[in-house]
Nanobody
Framework: QVQLVESGGGLVQAGGSLRLSCAAF????????MGWFRQAPGKEREFVAA????????EYADSVKGRFTISRDNAKNTVYLQMNSLKPEDTAIYYC??????????????????WGQGTQVTVSS
């Protein structure tokens, strides 16, 4: 069983930055694929970014390329999402997800077994 706990969300003005963290807790080795997704009010959950266990494979949604950076620190069992140049349309609940079966899982949310509770990000104009 894997427990994921997100933190770092909040209220920020357009153009500002936030750094989200996702701490993973498990009994066994935590070498697995991780991803960030988000869900805005009235919209479906959408892919934001994904990273492989080693960090060698990374993918971003077109809407966040050049502004967001995903990274991980396996020694701390933590994945990060650095969000710069935030826009009002980035407002959403952000979820981290883990797939313990794969090295890299990409943008398909159905590939991920475990999900955090989410953290709210609100960007004001």
């Amino acid at each position: 069983q894997v427990q994921l706990v997100e933190s770092g969300g909040g209220l920020v003005q357009a153009g500002g930055s936030l750094r989200l963290s996702c701490a993973a807790f498990a009994r066994t080795s935590l070498n697995y694929a991780m991803g960030w997704f988000r869900q805005a009010p009235g919209k479906e959950r959408e892919f934001v970014a994904a990273i492989s266990w080693s960090g060698g494979s990374i993918e971003y949604a077109d809407s966040v390329k050049g502004r967001f950076t995903i990274s991980r620190d396996n020694a701390k069992n933590t994945v990060y999402l650095q969000m710069n140049s935030l826009k009002p349309e980035d407002t959403a609940i952000y979820y981290c997800a883990a797939d313990t079966r794969m090295y890299y899982s990409g943008k398909n949310p159905e590939a991920y077994e475990h999900w955090g509770q989410g953290t709210q990000v609100t960007v004001s104009s």
